[in-house]
């Protein structure tokens, strides 16, 4: 590992508060405004679970394992911050459903404090990995009461990896008071663990709504999701920002 790779990683959040700092006026804009962030094709049309767990990562950061999800053919991966701030000098290690693995060193999270304060989410690439399916996202959060599936690693992948729970929204618009990043929360009551954090949350036509990152008071049917909506300003930041680097 590279001296600059780690200093990389370790001033990263500095400059997601200048980038933020950049797009701020934007931002409520962007939130506010219904439009896919990625293209529709070639998005999961049905929910066909096996198509949707080739899509589900993996994610090994320091001592901590936690699951993500491919968002395009360049091998972007969303995941829950609180995955990714367990990363050593050695970046964290990424591994997909047909078992192969790798490396990433480049790594992106929102502010976790201030007025650019961003949801409990994070994002990495893939290195020299172009996935051909990957994930499409329905900004728009899912109605009360509809069915949604949970994809991830229960207690990690020695114990139950890709792994899918089903469940229904619970709550649209739930005030975590800040356990769980800037914004409100989605519950739902599908069974969720440790290891499930940054996961998928995906509606009836495979599309993810949310990300997976806890659980309320530790009760594993009260499970806590951050809109896809409230990800989707830092993911249009961040991807480009990951694309790019050299």
């Not at 829950?80 to 990363?87: T, Y």
């Not at 929102?110 to 961003?118: D, E, F, H, I, K």
Request: proline share 7%; net charge neutral.
């Amino acid at each position: 590992m590279r001296a600059k790779d780690f200093i990389l990683i370790t001033v990263i959040t500095v400059c997601g508060v200048f980038v933020g700092c950049f797009v701020a006026v934007d931002i409520a804009h962007i939130r506010n405004r219904s439009y896919a962030v990625l293209p529709a094709t070639p998005a999961i049309a049905e929910p066909n679970l096996s198509d949707a767990l080739d899509c589900v990562v993996h994610i090994r950061a320091g001592n901590a394992e936690g699951s993500g999800f491919l968002v395009s053919s360049t091998g972007i991966v969303m995941t829950a911050r609180h995955v990714l701030s367990h990363a050593d000098a050695n970046g964290v290690t990424v591994t997909l459903r047909n078992g192969l693995s790798y490396t990433s060193t480049a790594m992106y999270i929102p502010p976790t404090t201030g007025v650019l304060a961003g949801p409990d989410v994070g994002f990495l690439k893939v290195e020299y990995y172009h996935p051909t399916r990957y994930f499409g996202v329905q900004p728009a959060r899912p109605a009360l009461g509809s069915d949604v599936w949970c994809l991830g690693h229960p207690y990690g992948r020695g114990v139950c990896p890709w792994t899918v729970s089903r469940g229904i929204v619970s709550a649209t618009d739930r005030d975590c008071k800040g356990a769980f990043g800037a914004g409100t929360s989605i519950q739902i009551d599908a069974p969720s663990y440790a290891g499930n954090s940054g996961g998928p949350v995906i509606d009836r036509s495979g599309r993810v709504v949310g990300i997976l990152v806890g659980s309320w008071s530790g009760e594993e049917c009260l499970s806590i999701c951050v809109p896809i909506g409230d990800a989707a300003p830092w993911l249009t930041v961040f991807r480009v920002m990951l694309e790019t680097r050299p």
